[in-house]
T-cell receptor, first 111, second 115 residues
Framework: KNQVEQSPQSLIILEGKNCTLQ??????????LRWYKQDTGRGPVSLTI?????NTKSNGRYTATLDADTKQSSLHITASQLSDSASYIC??????????FGRGTSLIVHP | NAGVTQTPKFQVLKTGQSMTLQCAQD?????MSWYRQDPGMGLRLIHY???????DQGEVPNGYNVSRSTTEDFPLRLLSAAPSQTSVYFC??????????????FGPGTRLTVL
């Protein structure tokens, strides 16, 4: 069964600290892995896209890694800001662009 | 560009009523899709379209119809609303369906409650 599991479910950190979110998947065949940020009451916004041949992708303070052998990805946030408070969603797509969404990690950044 | 727009933002229906959720994009994207987001679950694909006149079912299509008469518009119709369709609905678009690298843009969502 095609699944995407994210951990932790929720995370609270202090402003300025770093954090890492995890994504494990069983989706096959693999096409690409995407990380999205979803603010409360808004639609998801794309952060990074990685294909099979890529093992790291950065977007400002966000850095995603991909290990296609172990089917794991992580999203590292550096020097967190209050505006980073959101849900972060991992999405893995199969060959014909049928996406499987994770349930998301809820991140709260406290001042 | 306005990106992906959705109307209405909020809607309350009674069981059995029908309605259409509107979605439009001004980026000339080929691929458009509808998702629903329920508490504690990941987004699930309802229907998608790879171009004008072409639609297909996603993961949870029952109770919903779609059509794509133009590149810009992709409305989602609820035929006979049920409480199980209470959810937040997102429309999304991508430039080309077959590209592995194209960014998918989401609309702001429609929050639907069925009583």
């Amino acid at each position: 069964k095609n699944q995407v599991e994210q951990s932790p479910q929720s995370l609270i950190i202090l402003e300025g600290k770093n954090c890492t979110l995890q994504c494990n998947y069983t989706v096959s065949p693999f096409s690409n892995l995407r990380w999205y940020k979803q603010d409360t009451g808004r639609g998801p916004v794309s952060l990074t896209i990685m294909t099979f041949s890529e093992n790291t992708k950065s977007n400002g303070r966000y850095t995603a890694t991909l290990d296609a052998d172990t089917k794991q990805s992580s999203l590292h946030i550096t020097a967190s800001q209050l505006s980073d408070s959101a849900s972060y969603i991992c999405v893995v797509s199969r060959g014909s662009y049928i996406p499987t969404f994770g349930r998301g990690t809820s991140l709260i950044v406290h001042p | 560009n306005a990106g992906v727009t959705q109307t209405p933002k909020f809607q309350v229906l009674k069981t059995g009523q029908s309605m259409t959720l509107q979605c439009a994009q001004d980026m000339n994207h080929e691929y458009m899709s509808w998702y629903r987001q329920d508490p504690g679950m990941g987004l699930r694909l309802i229907h998608y379209s790879v171009g004008a006149g072409i639609t297909d079912q996603g993961e949870v299509p029952n109770g919903y119809n779609v059509s794509r008469s133009t590149t810009e518009d992709f409305p989602l119709r609820l035929l006979s609303a049920a409480p199980s369709q209470t959810s937040v609905y997102f429309c999304a678009s991508t430039r080309v369906r077959t590209s592995e690298r194209d960014t998918q843009y989401f609309g702001p969502g429609t929050r639907l409650t069925v009583l």
